[in-house]
């Protein structure tokens, strides 16, 4: 899932229908402009907005003599839905002020439009507001039945265009089929069906910029609606996910992020995902320029879960990167020799016998790393790793034979190893590691930092 930079998103949400009026009315309200009992402008100042802003009823011819028929017969600006409806969202987001009975724009407006994040602010109330207010029954905007509503038919149609891949442009007829999943509608005289339901809360939608609507014609002349979700439109059902607890990493986005960010990201994708990602990564700064990233921010203790990623990640490129790796197994950080040897060992370049050898050098070292990895907070994660069909006795390499200097060089070693004493469900190799920990303990920790 991509997204564009915030300042990007923010001219968007500018440009989009409803934001744009909201915002041109609260300019206009200046300096002063008077407003009934119910916070609306008086007919004859509503008619001037309307003109000046093009705030016409879709269906109303654009010839002046019909325009000026249909202004003359308006008896309230609360008959016009394209005056109102932004009036009432520049109310709502503090865009224009009420002091007694007049209206004026908000005094810090122009600073305020100004912050990328304020804008976003703004557009993602509005968002919420167009989702939990649309209606698909025309007919009974104000008494709507069940499965009528926004929120009966927005949330599972924006999920399923997330989830679609960037510019995926299904029709109504195939996301009523495909993205509500509940029971439709109860029929009754003279309900819309399903998709003129759908059609009507999109259409309403958007006027945020959150979704894009394209009228064409199929090939037997029928009117055919296709629906994209826009860029705005995935930052915000990406908040509303994250609000309801859903992870929804940026995912296409990591390609430009720094080795620290796009690592942490990575490490909480399925693994299946990460191969596209990392080529991607790589492919906007080459092996070693990768490497060179890579290695400044995976050094030093309590990295451990981003040093495994980085092998993996690396791993694409190993055979362009071997040199390097072999005289980074050299260097006087732990952490980094670490990395150099679980890229060596997985890249598929080595024999039987440097296999042999780098196990025998930098095992201690790996497993340390790999048991780091997979540790919890509370270490109750270590049982299934430690019993899982991919780690048959890993822990062997540390725990049988190692050399505890060796093995204290690394600076997760003893969380590792008291991770082990507690957890580990073979009490011997408990025991063993409790013993190790000890003389770490007695002879001092590893000095490998940042």
């Known amino acids: 899932m991509s997204l564009p930079p915030h300042d990007v998103l923010a001219r968007r949400a500018l440009d989009s229908p409803l934001l744009c009026d909201a915002l041109s009315l609260a300019r206009w309200s200046g300096p002063a402009t008077p407003v009934t009992s119910g ?43 394209h005056f109102v409806v932004p009036w009432s969202a520049a109310l709502r987001l503090g ?40 209606r698909g029954d025309l007919a009974r905007p104000h008494d709507p039945g069940p499965g009528t509503t ?48 759908l059609l009507h809360v999109l259409w309403q939608l958007s006027d945020t910029g959150a979704v894009a609507l394209d009228h064409h014609p199929d090939g037997e002349g029928e009117d055919r609606c296709t629906v994209e979700l826009t860029g705005l439109g995935r930052y915000g059902v990406r908040l509303l996910l994250l609000e309801v607890g859903i992870h929804a990493p940026l995912v ?30 790589l492919d906007r700064r080459g092996s070693d320029e990768a490497l060179r990233q890579i290695t400044e921010v ?31 197994l050299t260097s006087p950080r732990a952490t980094e020799a670490c990395l150099a040897a679980m890229v060596l060992l997985s890249s598929g370049m080595l024999g ?48 049988v034979g190692a050399d ?26 408990a025991a063993r590691a409790r013993e190790l920990a000890v003389r770490l303990r007695v002879g001092g920790r590893s000095t490998d930092g940042p």
């Open 39 to 81: 916070g609306v402008p008086g007919i004859d100042d509503a008619r001037s907005a309307i003109s000046r802003f093009s705030l016409w009823p879709h269906d109303l011819s654009g010839r002046i003599e019909e325009r000026v028929t249909w202004l003359g017969g308006l008896h309230s600006a609360a008959e016009v839905a």
């Open 95 to 134: 865009l224009v002020r009420i002091d007694g009975s007049l209206a004026r724009p908000h005094p810090d407006l122009e600073r305020r439009i100004r912050d990328p994040e304020q804008v976003l602010e703004w557009w993602f109330h509005e968002f919420e507001h167009t989702i939990a207010h649309a």
């Open 150 to 197: 926004g929120p009966d038919l927005l949330p599972e149609v924006l999920r399923f265009l997330y989830e679609a891949p960037d510019g995926h442009r299904p029709d109504l007829d195939t996301l009523a089929a495909t993205a509500l999943t509940g029971p439709p509608p109860p029929a009754a005289p003279g309900l819309p069906r399903t998709t003129d339901l």
């Open 252 to 281: 296409d986005t990591l390609a430009e992020a720094c080795a620290s960010r796009f690592l942490d990201a990575l490490a909480v994708l399925p693994f299946e995902e990460r191969s596209p990602e990392a080529a991607a990564w």
């Open 298 to 328: 995976v050094r030093g203790p309590g990295l451990a879960l981003r040093r495994w990623v980085a092998a993996q990640v690396l791993n694409n490129t190993s055979s362009e990167l071997e040199p390097r790796l072999r005289a980074l």
């Open 352 to 399: 039987q016998r440097g296999i042999d050898h780098l196990l025998a050098e930098y095992g201690p070292w790996v497993v340390v790393d790999m048991v780091a990895a997979a540790m919890s907070p509370d270490g109750s994660a270590l049982p299934a790793f430690l019993a899982a069909d991919d780690t048959p006795d890993v822990d062997r390499l540390l725990l």
């Open 404 to 429: 505890p200097h060796v093995v204290g060089a690394h600076p997760d070693a003893l969380m590792v190893l008291d991770g082990l004493v507690h957890h580990h469900p073979d009490p011997d190799a």
